[in-house]
């Protein structure tokens, strides 16, 4: 089974930056589409933040499109989340995902989770 472990969260300042790491094992990223969600304290799961499929196509919802990038990196096998311009809502536990399809990610039902990091956003 393909696992995944997410690093990188930390607190940093409103307007700050942060990358966020998502490090995959056993199996290869290359035919993998990849995804990052977030759950703000008190709130269930948002959908997808953004994904990016295995041929290059990405999406990212309304509230992080300009500010966050999604990136990965096959050779060592490792998807990155570039927030820049954070904003005290964008506070929460922050979730990497992957699936052969990217239908099943971008509906927040994927076959692997990593396990989350926390990102505070706080003066």
């Known amino acids: 089974q393909l696992q995944l472990v997410e690093s990188g969260g930390g607190l940093v300042q409103p307007g700050g930056s942060l990358r966020l790491s998502c490090q995959a094992s056993?199996?290869?990223?290359?035919?993998?589409?990849f995804g990052w969600f977030r759950q703000a304290p008190g709130k269930e799961r948002e959908g997808a933040l953004c994904t990016r499929n295995a041929d290059g196509l990405t999406y990212y919802a309304d509230s992080v499109k300009g500010r966050f990038t999604i990136s990965r990196d096959n050779a060592n096998d490792i998807v990155y989340l570039q927030m820049n311009s954070l904003k005290p809502e964008d506070t929460g536990v922050y979730y990497c995902?992957?699936?052969?399809?990217?239908?099943?990610?971008?509906?927040?039902?994927?076959?692997?989770w990593g396990q989350g990091t926390q990102v505070t956003v706080s003066s």
């Open positions: 995902a992957a699936d052969q399809f990217p239908s099943r990610l971008r509906l927040g039902r994927p076959d692997y």
């Open positions: 056993r199996f290869s990223l290359d035919k993998y589409a």
